[in-house]
């Protein structure tokens, strides 16, 4: 079964800097991965989908990238702002349908 | 566009009673999955319908169940509910094509099974 890990569980950041959040999963048959944000007390917004066939996608300050090989995904925010506060969950697909195993997810907290 | 939307979104029931919860799509949008968030397992995956059948289900007892109708709202039933029910439910729509096929997340059914 494919286990989905984020890592870390929670940050913290002042207002203007660049981060990185990881997801590493443990089986790299993948046909796509895709990253969400989830506001406290509401459902998931996706932010980037990558297919197993691209490296990186990218969506204003959001870059996400893609190791299958490896088993990692990253998602780098640029210029961090209060309002990306969030929890932020890599989710991987194993097939054409939508079928998501989801991480555990990072707790991002930008403070101004 | 009107965005994905699920009804109820609280409930409250008791053990050994039945649920249902509803979603509506996205207009145009033909899949329709289903996860449970709880705080302990996380998101974890129920099913997926597609033109009105399952094309994927996760590893969920069978008091849980769901269906598609043709214009593409879904239901979902629990039976038997237990304690651990207890959860949010979100449903998700998709153009179910493959591909570039990003996931619309509605806001959730909140259950509170006691």
């Known amino acids: 079964k494919q286990e989905v890990t984020q890592i870390p569980a929670a940050l913290s950041v002042p207002e203007g800097e660049n981060l990185v959040l990881n997801c590493s999963f443990t089986d790299s048959a993948i046909y796509n991965l895709q990253w969400f944000r989830q506001d406290p007390g509401k459902g998931l917004t996706s932010l980037l989908l990558i297919q197993s066939s691209q490296r990186e996608q990218t969506s204003g300050r959001l870059n996400a990238s893609l190791d299958k090989s490896s088993g990692r995904s990253t998602l780098y925010i640029a210029a961090s702002q209060p309002g990306d506060s969030a929890t932020y969950l890599c989710?991987?697909?194993?097939?054409?349908?939508?079928?998501?195993?989801f991480g555990t997810g990072t707790s991002l907290t930008v403070i101004p | 566009k009107a965005g994905v939307t699920q009804t109820p979104r609280y409930l409250i029931k008791t053990r050994g009673q039945q649920v249902t919860l509803s979603c509506s799509p996205i207009?145009?949008?033909?899949?329709v999955s289903w996860y449970q968030q709880t705080p302990g397992q996380g998101l974890q995956f129920l099913f997926e319908y597609f033109s009105e059948t399952q094309r994927n289900k996760g590893n969920f007892p069978g008091r849980f169940s769901g269906r598609q109708f043709s214009n593409s709202r879904s239901e979902m039933n629990v039976s038997t509910l237990e304690l651990g029910d207890s959860a949010l439910y979100l449903c998700?729509?998709?153009?179910?094509?493959?591909?570039?096929?990003?996931?619309?997340f509605g806001p959730g059914t909140r259950l509170t099974v006691l």
């Open positions: 998700a729509s998709s153009t179910g094509l493959g591909g570039l096929d990003t996931q619309y």
């Open positions: 989710a991987v697909g194993p097939n054409t349908g939508n079928q998501f195993y």
């Open positions: 207009s145009g949008h033909r899949s």
